[in-house]
């Protein structure tokens, strides 16, 4: 077993503080993935910054039994390098549990422990730095990425700066009286004991806290927990077979190339393929619902209300609130749900990227979302071999798994190998035939 890692923050040693060939800012899991393919390449210095004090991931939403919700595979760089040491098999090889990970036989692998993996990648990657925060970056010839501690210059920047909590703008005001986002549940969710809670979204985010409200030991539990959702019922995540295949990299190239309407057709056509629940979790969701109910004769606890949208969230004078709920299919129809405590989990948008302002009017846009080429640089007017990465920021040119897991390895790949001025081949295409313009699957060859 290797030694165990230990946190670093940023040496500002001299090779860091030196020209980059590519800078990366944040680094979650896309940027990380990038970071460890980059990793111990002489032709191509690199560092990465984040402003965390050292490496998290979601974890104020590891709720016990958490699970990841795709293949373990999908780490940061199986399915472009497996040989590469930052993965997951070789996190485990070097922790001394590859068979106790193999007996586990885990049919969904525990959230926390990708996470804990995430953290030793960070951590054994010196290229990677926290407790810093970019700041601004100018270009002149070279970028000059500003943060809160240095000057650092680059030929190229790989933007990876994720996304942050969003709950409705009538929600904003009452943030921290009773109202949190779902990401920050695990700091809150003690102080819901005995009052009447409203879980806000039907994605897999807000089962997990419904799941775990329900299901709290008595002392623990709420009085009462209504489950509020937009979507006509609390649908599972798609992941069959041929679905999965969306989140393929052929798929993702046949996808950039639609027309904007026909992009943004497909994203909403296919959410649940990305943002429906867990099997699992709807399942120890019905499961609890039906003890609660018929075994511990508790059937006053929970109230289920999908098809609802939320209108308002308004404070009463005796300092309680209420949620104004209208049906979807019945017109006119509204509910109001009196509660104590909201628990929004209504998702997560884009982050701000308020750093590249100097550079904005330089960079082509669509439709809210800077616009990129195929390897996910930006267009822009600065020469050609100085670019701008962004990863997890163009969804409506690439699709949902932009925003996910799935192709973060080969995402990663496409820019390395821009950086590198590789053609690397790649994966063999999926079964289906996405395109009428390569006609492989109407010929017949012997
Ligand atoms: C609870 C939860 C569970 C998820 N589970 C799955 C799953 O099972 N499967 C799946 O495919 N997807 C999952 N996702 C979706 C997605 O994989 C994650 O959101 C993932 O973390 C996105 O990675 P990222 O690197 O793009 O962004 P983030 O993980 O958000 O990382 C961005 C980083 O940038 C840093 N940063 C921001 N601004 C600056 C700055 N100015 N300077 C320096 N650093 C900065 C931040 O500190 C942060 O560390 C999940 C999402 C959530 C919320």
């Given at each position: 077993m290797g030694p165990v890692p230990q946190p670093r923050t940023a040496s500002g040693s001299a090779e860091q503080n030196g020209h980059q060939r590519l800078v990366g800012i944040g680094a979650g899991p896309a940027n990380l993935g990038l970071a460890a393919l980059l990793h111990g390449d002489p032709q191509q210095p690199n560092l990465f910054i984040d402003r965390k004090p050292s490496f998290t991931w979601h974890d104020d939403q590891l709720i016990t039994g958490a699970t990841l919700q795709v293949s373990i595979f999908k780490d940061l760089v199986s399915l472009s390098d497996p040989t590469n040491r930052f993965s997951f098999m070789s996190y485990l090889h070097e922790h001394g549990r590859?068979?106790?990970?193999?007996?586990?036989?885990?049919?969904?692998?525990?959230?926390?422990?990708?996470?804990?993996?995430?953290?030793?990648?960070?951590?054994?990657?010196?290229?990677?730095?926290?407790?810093?925060?970019?700041?601004r970056v100018d270009f002149d010839g070279v970028f000059r990425v500003t943060t809160n501690r240095r000057q650092i210059t680059a030929d190229n920047i790989a933007v990876g700066v994720g996304t942050v909590p969003w709950v409705p703008e009538f929600a904003e005001p009452h943030l921290g009286k009773g109202h949190f986002h779902v990401s920050q549940y695990l700091s809150h969710a003690k102080e819901l004991a005995g009052k009447r809670v409203a879980v806000i979204g039907g994605g897999q985010s807000g089962a997990?806290?419904?799941?775990?409200?329900?299901?709290?030991?008595?002392?623990?539990?709420?009085?009462?927990?209504?489950?509020?959702?937009?979507?006509?019922?609390?649908?599972?995540?798609?992941?069959?077979?041929?679905?999965?295949?969306?989140?393929?990299?052929?798929?993702?190239?046949?996808?950039?190339?639609?027309?904007?309407?026909k992009r943004a057709e497909l994203n909403s056509a296919h959410l649940l393929s990305s943002d429906g629940i867990s099997e699992s979790t709807l399942r120890a969701i019905y499961q609890q619902l039906y003890r609660l109910q018929f075994i511990e004769r508790d059937e006053h606890r929970f109230g289920l209300l999908p098809n609802r949208t939320v209108m308002s969230a308004d404070r009463t004078g005796t300092g309680t609130f209420e949620v104004s709920l209208r049906h979807n299919d019945e017109s006119g129809q509204s509910q109001c749900l009196p509660v104590d405590a909201v628990v929004w989990a209504t998702g997560f948008r884009p982050a701000p990227k308020a750093f590249l302002e100097p550079l904005m009017d330089r960079v082509e846009t669509e439709n809210g979302e800077v616009r990129v080429d195929e390897d996910y640089a930006i267009s822009w007017d600065g020469p050609p071999d100085r670019n701008i990465f962004v990863q997890n920021a163009?969804?409506?040119?690439?699709?949902?798994?932009?925003?996910?897991?799935?192709?973060?390895?080969?995402?990663?790949?496409?820019?390395?190998?821009?950086?590198?001025?590789?053609?690397?081949?790649?994966?063999a295409m999926s079964f289906i035939d996405w395109s009428a313009k390569n006609g492989r699957g109407t010929q017949w060859t012997r």
């Open positions: 590859m068979y106790h990970f193999l007996n586990a036989q885990f049919a969904e692998v525990p959230r926390n422990e990708f996470r804990n993996y995430l953290a030793w990648a960070a951590e054994t990657n010196e290229n990677v730095v926290f407790s810093e925060s970019v700041e997990e806290a419904f799941l775990d409200l329900i299901s709290r030991p008595e002392s623990e539990r709420p009085a009462w927990v209504s489950w509020v959702s937009r979507r006509r019922n609390y649908f599972p995540i798609d992941d069959s077979t041929f679905t999965n295949d969306f989140y393929m990299p052929g798929y993702s190239d046949y996808f950039y190339r639609l027309s904007e309407s163009v969804r409506g040119q690439r699709g949902l798994p932009d925003v996910n897991l799935s192709l973060n390895a080969w995402r990663a790949q496409r820019i390395a190998n821009r950086l590198r001025g590789l053609n690397a081949p790649e994966p």
